[in-house]
């Protein structure tokens, strides 16, 4: 299955369409792609494996791993298929799950999916690689099974494990549910081989029914625990999409494996961002997500064009004063090209000659303290646009694609309809600070510090790449824009 999988990508990957293809962000060589998994640094390079389906651009086939490689997270090199669907216990997909380093080799640890006659079941296997190319099945796969669940678990939803290792121990975490509620298990290991139910990390009965993909990382001042939830309630603002990304902040108690953890928190607050993943290198921690959102229309699949999905810029993650940072890894800055830099004082609705494009970073430091409502349009042509807007009387900062060129349908129950997301927003002294990367198809947002994201896709016409500013009362602008040229 491997061979056949990577000759059809070897003769195929040239006919897809790369209309709304980004040019430094993640996507598949053809076929789909969803959640992120493996990733890693292994022997000097980074490692992203992922949920893939070579032979058609929907996920209605069992999933394979796609492999890629990359010194830098933004210039990736496709690698062969890492794993196929070929065995009993994931006939029905190699689901996602996370890898991890112990000497020369890299193990990765995924969730086997069957689904036979109306009886599902999810276990958790085992690969392992001494080159970081090809991959073994360990022969006494799985390695968590049924009988290894406690009395009320549900192993028709019971995936997505994490593995890391603490003063001399392994961990686990996974995913899964019990009537009533959604939680997360703690299984440990003293080899990577055999492993035991420790206890439910966290669980709650008000968080949505399956948590998928669940994180830990330890920083120096907090804990995190980052989950994907499936119908998580929505607040006010916050997790309005139908799934969410979730983050808490709190305490590992590994004594008991529970960990006793802070309010749920929305990881990013955008249309298009699931099933986070992130790489802990000591000082480093990384994160990458899928770009995309289930229960929405898949519009370069739709279109035929032979592809679907790709992962958000990887970002770095810090911890200040409780608050949860996220910033663009610092490479991307080293495809920079053609800088071009406007100060202005602006009232109404204006252009700016050279700051155009949909492959760009643009930097906008806004003095909003005479201002009402200040707006970037992107994605600009003849009655499309996608706004980011500060609204001060309001207090809020949201994202709109309403008025962009495709629309794109939603799961019914969901209060961002699948187009504007919206959020409490107060910048510092007045000083409104946004960071925003333009990739074809996608526009993802850092305001302030980190401290808020926003990320979205957005479809368009050929040459919708005007950017357009404009205010209500008076708005001192410093603009930045580069184009981002990865070649």
């Known amino acids: 299955m491997l061979e056949e999988a990577d000759r059809y990508i070897a003769e195929n990957a040239s006919k897809t369409d790369p209309m709304y293809r980004g040019e430094y962000h993640f996507t598949p060589p053809i076929g789909w792609i969803n959640d992120p998994n493996g990733f890693t640094y292994f022997r000097g390079e980074y490692h992203i494996f992922y949920q893939f389906n070579p032979y058609g651009s929907t996920n209605a086939a069992p999933?394979?791993?796609?492999?890629?490689?990359?010194?830098?997270?933004?210039?990736?090199?496709?690698?062969?298929?890492?794993?196929?669907?070929?065995?009993?216990?994931?006939?029905?997909?190699?689901?996602?799950?996370?890898?991890?380093?112990?000497?020369?080799?890299?193990?990765?640890?995924?969730?086997?999916?069957?689904?036979?006659?109306?009886?599902?079941?999810?276990?958790?296997?085992?690969?392992?690689?001494?080159?970081?190319?090809?991959?073994?099945?360990?022969?006494?796969?799985?390695?968590i099974g049924p009988e290894q669940l406690p009395e009320g678990t549900s192993a028709a939803d019971f995936r997505d494990p994490y593995v890391w290792e603490q003063d001399g121990k392994y961990y686990m975490l996974i995913g899964t549910m019990e009537t009533g509620a959604a939680k997360v298990q703690l299984y440990e290991s003293d080899d990577l081989f055999g492993w035991r139910y420790k206890s439910d990390f966290l669980r709650s009965e008000e968080a949505g029914y399956c948590w998928e993909c669940p994180n830990y990382v330890d920083f120096e001042e907090a804990e995190l625990f980052a989950f994907s939830a499936v119908v998580f309630p929505a607040g006010d603002y916050a997790f309005h999409n139908y799934n969410s990304s979730v983050y808490a902040l709190g305490e590992f108690d590994r004594e008991s494996g529970t960990m006793q953890a802070g309010p749920f928190l929305e990881m990013d607050a955008g249309l298009d961002f699931y099933a986070e993943q992130i790489l802990d290198r000591g000082e480093q921690k990384i994160m990458t997500a899928w770009m995309n959102m289930w229960g929405r229309s898949y519009v370069t699949s739709q279109l035929g064009h032979g592809w679907s999905g790709s992962l958000v810029l990887p970002r770095l993650l810090s911890?200040?004063?409780?608050?949860?940072?996220?910033?663009?890894?610092?490479?991307?800055?080293?495809?920079?090209?053609?800088?071009?830099?406007?100060?202005?004082?602006?009232?109404?609705?204006?252009?700016?000659?050279?700051?155009?494009?949909?492959?760009?970073?643009?930097?906008?430091?806004?003095?909003?303290?005479?201002?009402?409502?200040?707006?970037?349009?992107?994605?600009?042509?003849?009655?499309v646009h996608t706004d980011i807007t500060y609204d001060k009387t309001k207090g809020t900062i949201s994202f709109d694609r309403s008025k962009s060129g495709i629309a794109v349908s939603y799961e019914p129950r969901e209060r961002s309809k699948a187009r504007v997301r919206t959020m409490p927003y107060a910048p510092e002294n007045d000083t409104l600070v946004l960071e925003i990367f333009l990739d074809r198809s996608s526009a993802e947002v850092f305001l302030g510090e980190g401290e808020l994201t926003m990320t979205s896709l957005s479809y368009n016409p050929v040459g919708a790449d005007g950017i357009h500013f404009s205010s209500v009362g008076e708005t001192a602008l410093v603009i930045e824009k580069q184009d981002i040229i990865v070649g």
């Open 63 to 143: 999933m394979f791993w796609g492999h890629a490689k990359s010194k830098d997270l933004i210039r990736w090199t496709h690698l062969p298929v890492a794993l196929a669907p070929d065995r009993s216990y994931d006939a029905d997909g190699c689901w996602s799950g996370s890898a991890i380093v112990v000497g020369e080799r890299l193990y990765l640890f995924y969730t086997g999916h069957y689904d036979r006659d109306g009886v599902r079941v999810q276990t958790q296997n085992m690969a392992y690689s001494d080159d970081g190319i090809h991959f073994t099945k360990y022969e006494n796969n799985p390695v």
């Open 319 to 383: 911890v200040k004063d409780g608050t949860l940072l996220q910033k663009p890894v610092p490479t991307i800055a080293e495809y920079y090209k053609n800088e071009v830099r406007i100060e202005d004082r602006l009232s109404g609705t204006k252009e700016y000659e050279g700051v155009s494009g949909s492959v760009v970073h643009l930097k906008v430091t806004a003095d909003v303290s005479a201002s009402d409502v200040f707006t970037v349009s992107v994605f600009c042509a003849d009655g």
